[in-house]
């Protein structure tokens, strides 16, 4: 089986590089677990550095939907639940964050070359924006 979207991407501006989501995004990856990104959730789209946005621009077609579950993943991994090998459920960790935006970019269509690119530059750019949004998540629950 491979993941596929369940529900189409509902969008609209909120900012000049920002956007709202306007009904529930469903991801169904290859496993069957089934992501949920809200209605109301907020997203800059792929973060894609500017000078190769005439290549891959934030909000490109083909991978959109994957940058909001991914962004999704990120934002919320903390109340994310996986069921690790044991069988013992536990939050999501990047890793598997970055795995599941490579899975859900291929499911759009988006492939090659490209998908390759995108997915590297999550591993290794994304450790930014992970610990940011842990300690945000740690500042909340003091």
């Known amino acids: 089986m491979r993941g596929r979207f369940l529900s189409p991407l509902r969008t609209e501006h909120v900012g000049a590089h ?8 469903l991801y169904e990856d290859a496993r069957g677990r089934v992501f949920t990104v809200r209605a ?4 800059d ?3 894609v550095p500017r000078f190769l946005w005439s290549l891959y621009p934030p909000f490109g077609e083909l991978y959109e939907p994957a940058a ?8 919320a991994a903390d109340r994310v639940r996986v069921f690790d090998a044991a069988g013992a459920l536990r939050s999501i960790n990047r890793r598997e964050a970055d795995a599941l935006m490579r899975e859900a970019s291929l499911a759009c269509g988006f492939r090659g070359l490209g998908a390759a690119v995108m997915y590297v530059g999550v591993r290794l ?18």
């Open 18 to 25: 920002r956007k709202r989501l306007i009904s529930d995004l």
């Open 40 to 43: 109301g959730f907020e997203c």
């Open 45 to 47: 789209g792929a973060s």
């Open 68 to 75: 909001w579950l991914h962004d999704h993943l990120y934002a």
């Open 125 to 142: 750019g994304g450790w930014l924006p992970w610990s940011r949004y842990r300690r945000a998540q740690r500042a909340v629950a003091v």
